[in-house]
């Protein structure tokens, strides 16, 4: 028999998750500071992107990352259904860029970049990017998981631009 553990409030709001609290349970995964990224690929409209703080790590043999878009975007199905896309981790100087690719923004209009060998559109100048390969696509409830293989990566020196608490900012280090 296992005793009770003995909880201090702390201050702590305590809920369940459910279609009557989404707001606290966004508050919540809000205190997970995450970085801010920007996924590129090519459509048949053209060039897309888009603003994203839902990318991880998966895997290093073999090299796959993750990333997942919102059902309810109107550039879901074209993610979803791209070959190939690109992370690209944006540095602390790079909120600009993060603006361009949210919903109302700018996107590819009056901005230069690249493709890469599979015609993905490559933002220069970013902290890092991984080039990718859809390797699946899993249902996430009211978002989709993409996970990819990596084809090629960079990465640069530089502090990179976080997320929290629906906030911009840097990372710190802790002495």
Known sequence: MTSPINVED???????????????????LGTFPTGITVVT????????????????????DPPLILWSPAKT???????????????????AEQGDLSSRFTRG?????????????EGVPIIAGTLSRFECERAS?????????????VLRA???E??????????????ALVS
């Open 154 to 156: 960079a990465h640069r």
């Open 73 to 91: 975007s109107s550039r879901h199905d074209l993610f979803a259904n791209a070959t190939h896309f690109a992370i690209h981790v944006l540095a």
């Open 137 to 149: 696509v899993y249902d996430g409830g009211d978002h989709s998981i993409l996970l990819g293989r």
């Open 10 to 28: 702390h201050g702590e709001h305590r809920f369940v998750p459910d279609a009557a609290n989404t707001r606290s349970f966004r508050t919540a």
């Open 41 to 60: 690929a090519q459509s048949p409209a053209g060039p897309i992107g888009m603003t994203v703080n839902s990318f991880s790590s998966v895997s290093l």
């Open 105 to 117: 923004g700018l996107g590819f209009n009056e901005f230069s970049w690249d493709d890469n060998p």
């Open 158 to 171: 530089g502090e990179p631009l976080c997320f929290a608490r629906g906030a911009m900012g840097r990372f």
